[in-house]
């Protein structure tokens, strides 16, 4: 049969699949799976052939220009992969193969000169993936175990994906497995090097099995792909912050389901999500044997004035005498960075605060400056306040860098550093450590004698469901670094996370957490879509968030729940006002069709760019 008429995607936030007349030259060579360049709004773009026609409704077709893939760049599974990716996460079937594709491959340059040997997988399986979760205390038995699994994997001639939640990672991992062939290797997203791709079509071809990278290496196209390592599947990098906002968990559940592979799932705190897809039937939940986690104490600190005295509690100054004395180590974790975190005019009121963000400015003693803590915005501090021209700026807030100095002067016989993504290496020498959430990027080899929790209840926040979840993984990951005794201050001694981890019960927490969420219909109860608005005039932002909820509420499916229109967490980030809209519902297709279908009449004012964020 002559092909005549191809269906194209394209990368853009448009439907398809878009007709394409073929021409007589290219028609004995044109497939599904390839990659073509195709005229597009007056532009020639990638496209990708997803199928063949033979009539069209629309008269005048224009033509595939040119075909970019000597053999197809995507099989059958991909295709399933992505158009997968495209529904649940509402982008574009288009914009779902370009995040699949590597950097290399996203343009309309042909790429003759590699040879794609082998051809499109056809097999289809449909079963419930098969999950693991590997639960350990401590941290040292996983590896024991990740590399019995592995090895087992690779002696069989099946291929592993290993997903690390940051890049800094991967060395780390690959020397884990240095004793088993064939060896990992890296594939990292980011690069576009020739040779990133050559190393692409390794995978492709079978020649490299055992792949370790960050999120974007879900999408290594690995042959007979049999195993998916999630490490540290709490690690919040694991969602994507552009569209498409893709998990990788719920990636790699995705494709192990049309792939037929196993996921195994490493944590020692995993996501309330995660524990509860485990408890349900025929997944298997490895705890491995480790030893007892360290002591908690809880010290309440509501009939403490820490304006009037020092932010570190009697309990917690002595423990840390004990441990300077017996020549340990003590780690602070007190998640703010800089010195002051707030700075007001006593004359006027006015608070220094980010142009571009609407946030406090925090003052960096290390730097003498202003920052801004979401887009880095730099100043100086001001002398005189910019609304006033008074001369009554004042300073307060503690940061690492304030308690970093007040702890040394407190301790003048001890050794004090401090980490946060500011500073670089990790100290060398130290008997106190002031360190922020950072520091746990090195907990596989960070070991301390005590770990002083300074402020429990600033890392509870009640615009995150996910708070107390983050908080109860925290305290787990700062624990294992502890030998000794792990101290937390707080005025909410009764919060159910404190109360599970001082019962060393994950069974307490979770039973609570998911409860929880179970009566307000939160994931993993429900899917979240939020309908994300941004743009730099308020009022149009504003006004464009409620002409869509109105819509949305107009003729709204009961299984559907639209809530009220609200700023972001951020409502200002970067010179753009934030707005959204959150709708919820058990069925992600209904939510989705039904979404959908409102904002594709609506008429999105000129500068207003509308996002969907799904969650899970
Ligand atoms: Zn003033
Ligand atoms: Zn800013």
């Given at each position: 049969?002559?092909?005549?008429?191809?269906?194209?995607i394209?990368?853009?936030?448009?439907?398809g699949?878009?007709d394409?007349?073929?021409?007589?030259?290219?028609?004995?060579?044109?497939?599904?799976?390839?990659?073509?360049?195709?005229?597009?709004?007056?532009?020639?773009?990638?496209?990708?052939?997803?199928?063949?026609?033979?009539?069209?409704?629309?008269?005048e077709?224009?033509?595939?220009?040119?075909?970019l893939?000597?053999?197809p760049?995507?099989g059958?599974?991909?295709?399933?992969?992505t158009?997968?990716i495209?529904?649940?996460?509402?982008?574009?079937?288009g914009?779902?193969?370009?995040?699949?594709?590597?950097?290399?491959l996203?343009?309309?340059r042909a790429?003759?000169?590699?040879?794609?040997?082998?051809?499109?997988?056809?097999?289809?399986?449909?079963?419930?993936p098969?999950c693991?979760?590997?639960i350990?205390?401590?941290q040292?038995?996983?590896?024991v175990y990740?590399?019995q699994?592995i090895?087992?994997?690779?002696?069989?001639?099946?291929?592993?994906?290993?997903?690390?939640?940051?890049?800094?990672l991967?060395?780390?991992?690959?020397?884990?497995?240095k004793h088993i062939?064939?060896?990992g290797?890296v594939?990292d997203?980011k690069?576009s090097?020739?040779?990133?791709?050559?190393?692409?079509?390794d995978?492709?071809?079978g020649?490299?099995?055992?792949?370790v990278?960050?999120?974007?290496?879900i999408?290594?196209?690995?042959?007979?792909?049999?195993l998916?390592v999630?490490y540290?599947?709490?690690?919040?990098?694991?969602?994507?912050?552009?569209?498409?906002?893709y998990?990788?968990?719920e990636v790699?559940l995705?494709?192990?389901?049309?792939?037929?592979?196993?996921?195994?799932?490493?944590?020692?705190?995993?996501?309330?999500?995660?524990w509860?897809?485990?408890?349900?039937k025929?997944?298997?939940?490895?705890a491995?044997?480790?030893?007892?986690m360290?002591?908690?104490q809880v010290?309440?600190?509501?009939?403490?004035?820490p304006?009037?005295?020092f932010?570190?509690?009697?309990?917690?100054?002595?423990e840390m005498e004990?441990?300077?004395?017996?020549?340990?180590?003590?780690?602070?974790?007190?998640?703010?960075?800089?010195?002051?975190?707030?700075?007001?005019?006593?004359?006027?009121g006015?608070?220094?605060?980010?142009?571009?963000c609407?946030?406090?400015?925090?003052?960096l003693?290390?730097?003498?400056?202003?920052v801004?803590?979401?887009?880095?915005a730099?100043?100086n501090?001001?002398?005189?306040c910019p609304?006033?021209?008074?001369s009554?700026?004042?300073s307060?807030?503690?940061?690492?860098e304030?308690?970093?100095?007040?702890?040394?002067?407190?301790?003048?016989?001890?050794?004090?550093?401090r980490?946060?993504k500011?500073?670089?290496?990790?100290?060398?020498?130290?008997?106190?450590?002031?360190?922020?959430?950072?520091?746990?990027?090195?907990?596989?080899?960070?070991?301390?004698?005590?770990?002083?929790?300074?402020?429990?209840?600033?890392?509870?926040?009640?615009?995150?469901?996910?708070?107390?979840?983050r908080?109860?993984?925290?305290?787990?990951?700062?624990?294992?670094?502890a030998?000794?005794?792990m101290?937390?201050?707080?005025?909410?001694?009764?919060?159910?996370?404190?109360?599970?981890?001082k019962?060393?019960?994950?069974t307490a927490?979770y039973?609570?957490?998911?409860?929880?969420?179970?009566?307000?219909?939160?994931?993993?109860?429900?899917y979240?879509?939020?309908?994300?608005l941004?743009?730099?005039?308020e009022?149009?932002?504003?006004?464009?968030?409620?002409?869509?909820f109105e819509?949305l509420?107009k003729?709204?499916?009961?299984?559907?729940?639209?809530?009220?229109?609200?700023?972001?967490v951020l409502p200002?980030?970067?010179?753009q006002?934030?707005?959204?809209?959150?709708?919820?519902?058990k069925?992600?297709?209904?939510?989705?069709?039904?979404v959908?279908?409102?904002?594709?009449d609506?008429?999105?004012?000129?500068?207003t760019?509308?996002?969907?964020?799904?969650?899970?």
């Open positions: 049969m002559t092909k005549r008429i191809a269906q194209v394209v990368g853009l936030p448009v439907e699949p878009f394409y007349s073929i021409g007589n030259e290219l028609s004995g060579r044109i497939a599904v799976g390839q990659r073509v360049c195709v005229p597009f709004n007056r532009r020639n773009r990638l496209g990708m052939v997803v199928g063949f026609k033979k009539t069209s409704p629309f008269k077709l224009k033509p595939v220009l040119s075909i893939d000597k053999d760049s995507l059958d599974q991909t295709l399933a992969l158009r997968a495209a529904d649940h996460y509402g982008c574009s079937w914009e779902a193969v370009e995040t699949y594709l590597p950097e290399a996203r343009h309309t790429v003759n000169e590699y040879t794609f040997a082998s051809k499109p997988m056809t097999s289809q399986k449909t079963a419930s098969a693991t979760l590997v350990d205390e401590t040292k038995e996983r590896w990740l590399q699994r090895k087992g994997v690779l002696e069989k001639g099946g291929g592993v994906i290993f997903l690390v939640p940051e890049a800094a991967t060395a780390f991992v690959i020397n884990q497995f062939q064939p060896a290797v594939l997203g690069t090097s020739k040779d990133a791709l050559l190393r692409w079509h995978i492709r071809d020649k490299i099995r055992f792949v990278g960050p999120r974007s290496a999408f290594a196209p690995v042959k007979n792909l049999a998916i999630v540290d599947e709490e690690n919040r990098s694991y969602k994507q912050e552009q569209t498409p906002h998990h990788a968990r790699a995705m494709r192990a389901k049309i792939e037929g592979c196993e996921v195994l799932f490493v944590s020692s705190a995993p996501t309330a999500e995660l509860h897809l485990i408890s349900r025929g997944m298997t939940k490895v491995l044997k480790a030893k007892e360290c002591p908690v010290v309440d600190m509501s009939n403490y004035n304006r009037r005295s932010i570190l509690s009697i309990p917690l100054q002595h004990k441990t300077l004395q017996n020549g340990g180590k003590t780690l602070l974790f007190m998640n703010r960075r800089g010195f002051f975190t707030r700075t007001h005019c006593n004359q006027c006015f608070t220094l605060r980010c142009e571009r609407d946030a406090n400015m925090t003052y003693y290390s730097k003498k400056k202003m801004c803590r979401h887009c880095q730099e100043n501090l001001p002398k005189v609304q006033c021209q008074g009554y700026l004042r307060t807030g503690r940061g690492g304030k308690l970093e100095s007040e702890v040394a002067r407190v301790y003048p016989q001890a050794v004090v550093g980490y946060d500011d500073t670089g290496a990790l100290p060398a020498k130290f008997d106190i450590l002031i360190a922020t959430q950072a520091v746990l990027r090195f907990k596989e080899d960070l070991s301390v004698d005590l770990v002083g929790f300074v402020q429990f209840d600033a890392e509870l926040s009640h615009l995150d469901f996910r708070s107390a979840q908080l109860f993984t925290l305290i787990t990951q700062l624990r294992q670094c030998r000794g005794k101290v937390i201050q707080t005025r909410m001694p009764d919060n159910y996370v404190l109360l599970s981890v019962k060393n019960s994950y927490f039973r609570q957490e998911l409860n929880l969420r179970k009566e307000v219909s939160l994931p993993p109860y429900a979240l879509v939020s309908v994300c941004r743009g730099r005039k009022d149009v932002v504003f006004q464009q968030a409620h002409d869509i819509r509420t003729n709204k499916p009961a299984s559907v729940a639209v809530g009220d229109p609200r700023p972001d200002k980030l970067r010179d006002y934030r707005y959204l809209i959150e709708v919820k519902g069925s992600l297709e209904k939510i989705m069709h039904y959908k279908n409102v904002l594709k609506f008429r999105r004012k000129h500068n760019i509308i996002t969907l964020d799904v969650d899970p």
